[in-house]
């Protein structure tokens, strides 16, 4: 791919620099360059930090990014992560609190150099709070916001759902919502503001609606016995007689009755949809029905119904299922697949510019696409600040 492709998608000509850390904050960016912005992941100039546990190539969350490598301990260095903030309309960072601010790069002196900054902070906890300074994981920012408790099947332990909900969801989405509605208040008034987004915060938001339902009473505390958390017959998984799985969504009445017809089932001879004290009767003989045939056997009898059925494909299936191809929900960079860029937009649509970059190779020409001069980079790479000069300098 090349590298200097010509940046599309709705954010084309919005600058971002971040501080490069792990999940959320890049994860955050990933969507912003996909979009268009021109990101550039401000990583550590050590080695050992800039270690990789999988090839480049599969480092999707860097994608479409720009890259440098930076001595942060060095004077020097910090004033070259200055000069690119002076220049941007977003910066994002990803530390614990008050690391920023040891830096010499905190909000104050960020906005003090950029009046119109957005400055984007992502941590756990938050800002502030008894927590604020302790070290945490999706794990425990969705088991503090609630979220964890209701996840899992019932009389068993709380299932996890990988970290989507806590890092991505609450985290990532949340910032760079926050971030781009700050940015548009900062073109009408001029002035940047800092976004504090907490993944805790963000997890909570996300569970404004069974928030209200419990206290409605329309939900149970007791996971795995409500309408939408797998309790529920019609709203939940099956296994197959190839010991694969099938998700069923059978919740409005007519998807229901379409369901039990393909199920090869009589609705009058069944427990009626909404009595609870039944749905342990009714999920043995949904279960009863569905080991009969194998997953793709029941794909194909529910493929073109709306009864809500689908099968349980993992991610080497994914990108296979024709949906996902007539979509090209999925992409195929030399063999590397890789999820699209979402959302779409009809006349700025955004893509993939270029792989993973390695800062080692990049420093040097990104940092003159950024106003450098020259001669300031190579007295730079000659004490160390930054990698040694590549030949394309």
Request: one cysteine or more.
């Amino acid at each position: 791919m090349n590298t200097k492709a010509k940046a599309l998608g709705p954010l084309k000509g919005i600058r971002v620099v971040e501080m490069s850390n792990i999940g959320p904050a890049p994860f955050c960016c990933m969507l912003l360059a996909d979009l268009g912005a021109e990101v550039v992941s401000v990583q550590r100039l050590s080695s050992a930090d800039l270690g990789f546990e999988i090839d480049r190539r599969f480092d999707f969350l860097n994608r479409s990014k720009q890259a440098i490598a930076v001595d942060l301990k060095s004077p020097d260095g910090v004033e070259v992560v200055k000069e690119l903030v002076g220049q941007a309309d977003i910066l994002v960072e990803g530390f614990r609190p008050g690391v920023m601010e040891r830096l010499g790069l905190g909000p104050d002196v960020c906005l003090g150099l950029n009046p119109r900054l957005v400055y984007g902070r992502m941590t756990g906890w938050g800002q502030e709070g008894p927590l604020a300074q302790t070290a945490g994981h999706d794990i425990n920012y969705i088991a503090l916001a609630g979220a964890l408790a209701a996840i899992g099947p019932k009389g068993d332990a709380p299932a996890v759902p990988l970290n989507l909900v806590g890092d991505f969801g609450g985290g990532s989405l949340y910032l760079a919502m926050g971030m781009l509605a700050a940015l548009v208040e900062a073109r009408a008034s001029g002035l940047g503001q800092v976004v504090d987004a907490a993944m805790v915060d963000g997890v909570a938001s996300l569970m404004s609606m069974h928030m209200g339902y419990r206290q409605a009473n329309f939900w149970n505390l007791e996971r795995g016995t409500n309408s939408v958390d797998g309790g529920a017959p019609w709203y939940t998984t099956y296994q197959t007689k190839d010991d694969r799985w099938m998700a069923v969504g059978a919740v409005e009445k007519r998807f229901y009755k379409e369901f039990v017809e393909k199920l090869g089932l009589d609705d009058k001879a069944l427990p009626r949809q909404h009595d609870q004290s039944r749905w342990d009767e009714l999920r043995a003989i949904f279960a009863n029905e569905f080991v009969k045939k194998t997953r793709d056997e029941w794909a194909e009898i529910f493929a073109a119904s709306d009864a809500c059925v689908s099968p349980v494909l993992d991610m080497e299936e994914a990108p296979n299922h024709p949906a996902a191809r007539a979509r090209k929900t999925y992409l195929d960079h030399d063999g590397v697949i890789e999820p699209a860029p979402a959302p779409r937009f009809s006349r700025t649509p955004g893509s993939v510019r270029n792989p993973p970059p390695n800062p080692f190779e990049t420093t040097a020409s990104v940092l003159i696409s950024w106003g450098l001069a020259t001669d300031r980079i190579e007295d730079l790479a000659k004490t160390g600040v930054i990698p040694p000069l590549n030949a394309g300098l």
